[in-house]
């Protein structure tokens, strides 16, 4: 499974960005899509996913009611972010897992993508 996040790029705070994960190769039997996010110095953190068997995402405590995850399919998923906050700025991960355990933890997740950074200024 290969995996390409794209749509990061420079926001002002207040600002919309969407990013996208597309999803290649042995995709068949997906479970959870997500996204995480690193900020500098900081450790990666879990974002949003979403489940397809149930058709059910989930959200982090932080970016709840800001952030929101959808999907055309498990190869193509999308990470709509609103109101955009200078403390957003990190590198955007997509991921994706074959098993469905209920934790969102970075071990919880078997393939990744390479990042799309987003910056935001005040």
């Known amino acids: 499974v290969q995996l390409q996040a794209s749509g990061g790029g420079l926001a002002q705070a207040g600002d919309s960005l969407r990013l996208s994960c597309v999803a290649s190769g042995r995709t068949y039997g997906t479970e959870l899509v997500g996204w995480f996010r690193q900020a500098p110095g900081k450790e990666r953190e879990f974002v949003a996913a979403i489940r397809w068997n149930t058709a059910t995402t989930y959200s982090a405590n932080a970016t709840k009611g800001r952030f929101f995850i959808s999907g055309d399919n498990p190869k193509k998923v999308y990470l709509h972010m609103n109101s955009l906050k200078p403390e957003d700025t990190a590198i955007y991960y997509c991921?994706?897992?074959?098993?469905?355990?209920?934790?969102?933890?970075?071990?919880?997740?078997?393939?990744w993508g390479q990042g799309t950074l987003v910056t935001v200024s005040s």
């Open positions: 991921a994706l897992s074959k098993v469905y355990s209920g934790r969102f933890g970075s071990t919880d997740f078997e393939f």
